[in-house]
């Protein structure tokens, strides 16, 4: 530990005037929009041009993670904690048999991971798991 202060990594004026001269008119050519601005037209259309701008969005369940247990075809179910980078693999016809077949697979796989989590803080906002559904 030191105690000189923080001001000794900046530079001094003079060495501040030294690199803007060096920098000079290398400035961007093109100035930038104000908040206020329209979009220019050449933005527009590569955006409109672009193939996924066609393309329908992915529904509020697109991971599966929305869909009843009967529902998913898949046989082996993942979910996994993106906080602890855990992974728990269950397969349907156990899932079905544990918490029924109407049961979402978002709330399955919840509770799979907080069965076994590893981050307690004691704090309800804060506790348990971040989870990741997959299905393979």
């Not at 930038?32 to 590569?46: C, H, N, Q, S």
């Not at 082996?76 to 079905?96: F, N, P, S, W, Y």
Request: hydrophobic share 30%; net charge positive.
């Amino acid at each position: 530990m030191t105690d000189r202060p923080a001001s000794w990594r900046m530079p001094t004026p003079k060495q501040m005037e030294k690199m803007a001269a060096a920098v000079g008119g290398k400035g961007p050519s093109v100035r930038g929009l104000a908040p206020d601005e329209d979009l220019p037209p050449e933005y527009w259309k590569a955006l409109l041009q672009d193939p996924r701008a066609e393309a329908p969005s992915p529904g509020p369940g697109a991971s599966g993670r929305l869909l009843q247990l009967r529902q998913i075809p898949q046989h082996r179910l993942r979910v996994g904690c993106r906080r602890c980078a855990r992974i728990v693999e269950i397969q349907k016809v156990d899932a079905t048999r544990l918490y029924g077949a109407e049961a979402i697979w978002r709330d399955v796989g919840q509770r799979l991971l907080d069965g076994t989590c590893r981050n307690r803080t004691g704090r309800h906002e804060e506790d348990g798991c971040w989870p990741t559904f997959d299905m393979s």
